[in-house]
T-cell receptor, first 113, second 115 residues
Framework: GENVEQHPSTLSVQEGDSAVIKCTYS??????FPWYKQELGKRPQLIID?????GEKKDQRIAVTLNKTAKHFSLHITETQPEDSAVYFC????????????FGSGTRLQVQP | DTEVTQTPKHLVMGMTNKKSLKCEQH?????MYWYKQKAKKPPELMFV???????INESVPSRFSPECPNSSLLNLHLHALQPEDSALYLC??????????????FGPGTRLTVT
Protein backbone atom coordinates (compact mmCIF):
# COMPACT_ATOMS: atom_id res chain seq x y z
CA GLY A 1 0.00 0.00 0.00
CA GLU A 2 0.88 3.65 -0.27
CA ASN A 3 3.07 5.35 2.37
CA VAL A 4 2.87 9.15 2.62
CA GLU A 5 5.37 11.13 4.65
CA GLN A 6 4.79 14.81 5.44
CA HIS A 7 7.21 17.49 6.65
CA PRO A 8 7.50 19.63 8.66
CA SER A 9 5.21 18.67 11.53
CA THR A 10 5.00 22.30 12.67
CA LEU A 11 5.64 25.53 10.80
CA SER A 12 5.55 29.06 12.14
CA VAL A 13 5.71 32.03 9.77
CA GLN A 14 5.14 35.76 9.94
CA GLU A 15 2.06 37.17 8.30
CA GLY A 16 2.82 37.90 4.65
CA ASP A 17 5.55 35.28 4.37
CA SER A 18 5.29 32.13 2.29
CA ALA A 19 4.82 28.62 3.67
CA VAL A 20 5.82 25.35 2.03
CA ILE A 21 4.79 21.86 3.13
CA LYS A 22 6.21 18.78 1.44
CA CYS A 23 4.98 15.21 1.10
CA THR A 24 6.62 12.15 -0.37
CA TYR A 25 4.85 9.01 -1.54
CA SER A 26 6.01 5.51 -2.33
CA UNK A 27 3.71 4.11 -5.05
CA UNK A 28 4.73 5.35 -8.50
CA UNK A 29 1.24 4.44 -9.78
CA UNK A 30 -0.46 6.98 -7.48
CA UNK A 31 -2.28 9.56 -9.58
CA UNK A 32 -4.27 11.87 -7.29
CA PHE A 33 -2.90 14.13 -4.54
CA PRO A 34 -5.24 16.33 -2.52
CA TRP A 35 -4.45 18.75 0.29
CA TYR A 36 -6.86 19.26 3.20
CA LYS A 37 -7.03 22.06 5.75
CA GLN A 38 -8.47 21.30 9.18
CA GLU A 39 -9.13 24.11 11.61
CA LEU A 40 -9.45 23.32 15.30
CA GLY A 41 -12.68 21.45 15.97
CA LYS A 42 -13.71 21.52 12.31
CA ARG A 43 -13.94 19.02 9.48
CA PRO A 44 -11.10 18.54 6.95
CA GLN A 45 -11.75 20.63 3.85
CA LEU A 46 -10.14 20.21 0.46
CA ILE A 47 -8.14 23.29 -0.52
CA ILE A 48 -6.45 22.06 -3.69
CA ASP A 49 -5.69 18.83 -5.51
CA UNK A 50 -3.51 17.72 -8.40
CA UNK A 51 -3.52 14.77 -10.74
CA UNK A 52 -0.44 13.07 -12.10
CA UNK A 53 -0.86 14.44 -15.62
CA UNK A 54 0.07 17.99 -14.52
CA GLY A 55 3.07 19.39 -12.67
CA GLU A 56 1.56 22.44 -11.01
CA LYS A 57 -1.81 23.88 -10.11
CA LYS A 58 -2.65 27.29 -8.63
CA ASP A 59 -5.67 28.77 -6.93
CA GLN A 60 -5.10 32.36 -5.81
CA ARG A 61 -2.56 32.23 -2.93
CA ILE A 62 -2.34 28.43 -2.94
CA ALA A 63 -0.37 26.23 -5.31
CA VAL A 64 0.59 22.57 -5.46
CA THR A 65 3.56 21.17 -7.35
CA LEU A 66 4.13 17.54 -8.25
CA ASN A 67 7.42 15.85 -9.09
CA LYS A 68 6.56 12.34 -10.29
CA THR A 69 10.19 11.34 -10.77
CA ALA A 70 11.12 12.14 -7.20
CA LYS A 71 7.67 11.11 -5.94
CA HIS A 72 6.96 14.21 -3.95
CA PHE A 73 4.40 16.99 -3.99
CA SER A 74 4.33 20.28 -2.15
CA LEU A 75 1.82 22.86 -0.96
CA HIS A 76 2.80 26.50 -1.35
CA ILE A 77 0.90 29.27 0.43
CA THR A 78 1.93 32.83 -0.42
CA GLU A 79 1.12 36.05 1.48
CA THR A 80 0.04 34.05 4.52
CA GLN A 81 -2.70 35.43 6.75
CA PRO A 82 -3.65 34.57 10.35
CA GLU A 83 -6.71 32.69 9.06
CA ASP A 84 -4.36 30.30 7.25
CA SER A 85 -3.42 28.93 10.69
CA ALA A 86 -4.61 25.31 10.78
CA VAL A 87 -3.42 21.74 10.35
CA TYR A 88 -2.76 20.77 6.75
CA PHE A 89 -2.86 17.16 5.56
CA CYS A 90 -1.62 15.80 2.26
CA UNK A 91 -3.10 12.58 0.91
CA UNK A 92 -2.65 9.99 -1.82
CA UNK A 93 -4.55 6.91 -3.01
CA UNK A 94 -4.47 4.13 -0.42
CA UNK A 95 -3.16 1.75 -3.09
CA UNK A 96 -3.55 1.17 -6.80
CA UNK A 97 -7.17 0.61 -7.74
CA UNK A 98 -8.55 1.26 -4.27
CA UNK A 99 -10.93 4.22 -4.08
CA UNK A 100 -9.71 5.57 -0.77
CA UNK A 101 -7.09 7.96 0.55
CA UNK A 102 -4.25 7.64 3.00
CA PHE A 103 -3.19 10.83 4.77
CA GLY A 104 0.14 12.30 5.75
CA SER A 105 0.78 12.96 9.43
CA GLY A 106 -0.16 16.65 9.18
CA THR A 107 1.55 20.03 9.49
CA ARG A 108 0.44 22.56 12.07
CA LEU A 109 0.85 25.98 10.48
CA GLN A 110 0.90 29.01 12.73
CA VAL A 111 0.82 32.44 11.08
CA GLN A 112 2.00 35.12 13.48
CA PRO A 113 0.31 38.55 13.02
CA ASP B 1 -26.39 20.85 -1.49
CA THR B 2 -22.68 20.14 -0.94
CA GLU B 3 -22.93 19.10 2.66
CA VAL B 4 -22.43 15.87 4.54
CA THR B 5 -24.29 15.79 7.85
CA GLN B 6 -23.59 13.61 10.86
CA THR B 7 -25.51 12.88 14.04
CA PRO B 8 -25.02 13.06 16.91
CA LYS B 9 -22.32 15.73 17.31
CA HIS B 10 -21.22 14.28 20.63
CA LEU B 11 -21.74 10.85 22.16
CA VAL B 12 -20.74 9.44 25.52
CA MET B 13 -21.25 5.73 25.96
CA GLY B 14 -20.31 3.01 28.35
CA MET B 15 -18.42 -0.10 27.34
CA THR B 16 -21.59 -2.21 27.46
CA ASN B 17 -23.78 0.17 25.47
CA LYS B 18 -24.95 -0.13 21.88
CA LYS B 19 -25.18 3.07 19.87
CA SER B 20 -25.19 4.17 16.24
CA LEU B 21 -23.62 7.04 14.33
CA LYS B 22 -25.47 8.39 11.31
CA CYS B 23 -24.27 10.12 8.16
CA GLU B 24 -26.29 11.58 5.28
CA GLN B 25 -25.48 13.22 1.95
CA HIS B 26 -27.66 14.39 -0.92
CA UNK B 27 -24.98 15.07 -3.54
CA UNK B 28 -25.64 11.88 -5.47
CA UNK B 29 -22.29 10.46 -4.40
CA UNK B 30 -22.03 6.67 -4.60
CA UNK B 31 -18.91 6.27 -2.44
CA MET B 32 -19.13 6.80 1.31
CA TYR B 33 -16.44 6.48 3.95
CA TRP B 34 -15.92 6.17 7.68
CA TYR B 35 -12.72 7.56 9.20
CA LYS B 36 -11.47 7.63 12.78
CA GLN B 37 -9.39 10.60 13.92
CA LYS B 38 -7.52 10.75 17.19
CA ALA B 39 -6.29 14.06 18.56
CA LYS B 40 -3.37 15.56 16.61
CA LYS B 41 -3.44 12.65 14.13
CA PRO B 42 -4.63 12.33 10.53
CA PRO B 43 -7.93 10.70 9.61
CA GLU B 44 -7.55 6.92 9.50
CA LEU B 45 -9.69 4.98 7.03
CA MET B 46 -12.07 2.41 8.51
CA PHE B 47 -14.61 1.46 5.82
CA VAL B 48 -15.55 2.31 2.24
CA UNK B 49 -18.93 1.69 0.61
CA UNK B 50 -19.28 1.79 -3.15
CA UNK B 51 -22.81 1.69 -4.57
CA UNK B 52 -24.11 0.57 -1.18
CA UNK B 53 -21.72 -2.38 -1.02
CA UNK B 54 -18.83 -2.64 1.41
CA UNK B 55 -15.67 -2.44 -0.69
CA ILE B 56 -12.95 -1.79 1.88
CA ASN B 57 -12.67 -2.83 5.53
CA GLU B 58 -9.33 -1.76 6.93
CA SER B 59 -9.16 -4.61 9.46
CA VAL B 60 -11.51 -2.82 11.81
CA PRO B 61 -12.57 -4.75 14.97
CA SER B 62 -16.03 -6.30 14.79
CA ARG B 63 -17.30 -4.05 17.58
CA PHE B 64 -17.67 -1.50 14.75
CA SER B 65 -20.35 -2.53 12.26
CA PRO B 66 -21.06 -0.37 9.21
CA GLU B 67 -24.32 -0.28 7.28
CA CYS B 68 -25.38 1.49 4.11
CA PRO B 69 -29.21 1.35 3.94
CA ASN B 70 -29.37 3.42 0.72
CA SER B 71 -27.25 5.68 -1.45
CA SER B 72 -27.70 8.69 0.87
CA LEU B 73 -27.24 7.13 4.28
CA LEU B 74 -24.36 5.53 6.12
CA ASN B 75 -24.47 4.18 9.66
CA LEU B 76 -21.83 2.95 12.05
CA HIS B 77 -23.14 0.63 14.76
CA LEU B 78 -21.10 0.52 17.95
CA HIS B 79 -21.10 -2.26 20.54
CA ALA B 80 -18.81 -3.15 23.43
CA LEU B 81 -16.35 -0.39 22.69
CA GLN B 82 -13.15 0.24 24.62
CA PRO B 83 -11.92 3.56 26.05
CA GLU B 84 -9.22 3.65 23.34
CA ASP B 85 -12.00 3.89 20.75
CA SER B 86 -12.70 7.43 21.94
CA ALA B 87 -12.07 9.66 18.92
CA LEU B 88 -13.66 11.88 16.29
CA TYR B 89 -15.52 9.74 13.76
CA LEU B 90 -15.73 11.36 10.34
CA CYS B 91 -17.98 10.41 7.47
CA UNK B 92 -17.12 11.42 3.91
CA UNK B 93 -18.58 10.97 0.45
CA UNK B 94 -17.33 11.31 -3.11
CA UNK B 95 -18.14 10.48 -6.69
CA UNK B 96 -17.36 6.91 -7.64
CA UNK B 97 -16.62 6.51 -11.32
CA UNK B 98 -14.08 4.52 -13.32
CA UNK B 99 -12.12 7.76 -13.79
CA UNK B 100 -10.47 7.50 -10.41
CA UNK B 101 -10.54 9.32 -7.12
CA UNK B 102 -12.44 12.56 -6.64
CA UNK B 103 -12.81 15.11 -3.90
CA UNK B 104 -14.03 13.69 -0.64
CA UNK B 105 -16.49 15.86 1.26
CA PHE B 106 -16.27 15.38 5.01
CA GLY B 107 -19.02 15.68 7.56
CA PRO B 108 -18.44 17.59 10.83
CA GLY B 109 -17.84 14.38 12.73
CA THR B 110 -19.15 12.74 15.89
CA ARG B 111 -16.95 13.14 18.92
CA LEU B 112 -17.20 9.83 20.77
CA THR B 113 -16.17 9.27 24.37
CA VAL B 114 -16.18 5.74 25.76
CA THR B 115 -16.26 5.53 29.55
Amino acid sequence: GENVEQHPSTLSVQEGDSAVIKCTYSDSASNYFPWYKQELGKRPQLIIDIRSNVGEKKDQRIAVTLNKTAKHFSLHITETQPEDSAVYFCAAPLSTGRRALTFGSGTRLQVQP
Amino acid sequence: DTEVTQTPKHLVMGMTNKKSLKCEQHMGHRAMYWYKQKAKKPPELMFVYSYEKLSINESVPSRFSPECPNSSLLNLHLHALQPEDSALYLCASSQDTPGGLYEQYFGPGTRLTVT
